[in-house]
């Protein structure tokens, strides 16, 4: 059989399978027919951290803390991102008490204690605070600068529970909302540092530690400045010379001994307060215990 018959003969049998109508021909053309596709459904969701650091006790030498908090728009389409304060437990009175200033800033190392308010903040108290609202792309994080002021009628010896709740929206779809909580808290009085005095070149301030870890860290203040060196608890005590005392002139001023975290920043467990006073002796400036 020569190839030109060959070739004609296979041909008038594919026509004829095909025609015909025949199961194999049917399968052969759909299963090369067929193609697959695919399609990425959008997902809107948020996450929020940082909040748990806003966490403290408030006091006459520390009416104010400021800490970074960090909404992030974790799903995979844009969106704007948006919080509400909520008050979950404990004193409204006190969650009134607390004026709030927030402001966007480039990182959460731009967020100190000294830091000025940024431009375009949103001002309230943590029971009536506007949302914090940022659009963002897919991934995407806005840090905000959260400063809490307490005010003289905050009411003494209160806690509240205050929740920071977040969400993430596009059109009228919303995410879950997701939570951050802290603990704010007016003081009931620390407890008394113990001084002792060593010939007006330096005192000793000892504390008692309660339960807390021997490799807690602990700091000196005046105010919301850190005076004199961090010690661990197994060192159990710090010492200050005058001239580590710069915040103020001659004279009596409150000394704070509180926990400091990881990053060194006061927290609000103040374990010891205590007052000292800086003068003037022969040899030059002194300190020495009390008033």
């Not at 408030?58 to 909520?86: E, L, Q």
């Not at 204690?113 to 940024?118: F, K, L, N, R």
Request: hydrophobic share 45%; with cysteine.
């Amino acid at each position: 059989m020569s190839r030109l018959l060959r070739v004609a003969l296979v041909a008038a049998l594919t026509t004829a399978l095909v025609t015909g109508g025949s199961s194999v021909a049917w399968a052969l053309w759909t299963a090369t027919g067929t193609a697959a596709s695919s399609a990425t459904i959008g997902k809107l969701a948020v996450a929020i951290s940082g909040t748990e650091a806003i966490t403290t006790t408030f006091s006459t030498s520390a009416p104010r803390v400021t800490r970074p908090v960090t909404i992030t728009n974790a799903g995979n389409v844009a969106g704007t991102t948006a919080t509400r304060a909520a008050v979950a437990t404990g004193s409204a009175a006190l969650a009134q008490a607390v004026d709030v200033q927030a402001w966007r800033v480039s990182s959460a190392d731009a967020c100190t204690d000294a830091a000025d308010v940024g431009s375009g903040p949103v001002s309230g108290t943590w029971a009536d605070l506007p949302s914090l609202q940022a659009r963002l792309a897919p991934g995407a994080a806005a840090v905000w600068c959260v400063r809490s002021t307490v005010r003289a009628d905050a009411p003494p010896s209160a806690t509240v529970d205050v929740h920071l709740v977040a969400t993430t929206a596009t059109g009228s779809w919303v995410s879950e909302p997701v939570w951050g909580g802290f603990y704010l808290n007016t003081d009931a009085g620390a407890p008394a540092l113990t001084c002792t005095d060593h010939d007006g070149n330096w005192v000793e301030l000892t504390w008692d530690q309660g339960g807390r870890d021997q490799s807690t860290a602990y700091a000196a203040f005046v105010g919301t400045t850190q005076v004199g060196d961090r010690q661990l608890g197994f060192f159990g005590r710090i010492t200050l010379a005058p001239n580590q005392v710069t915040t103020t002139t001659a004279g009596t001023v409150s000394v704070d001994v509180a926990v400091v975290d990881d990053a060194g920043q006061r927290t609000g467990d103040v374990v010891g307060r205590g007052p000292v006073t800086l003068f003037t002796q022969n040899d030059g400036p002194a300190i020495r215990c009390g008033a």
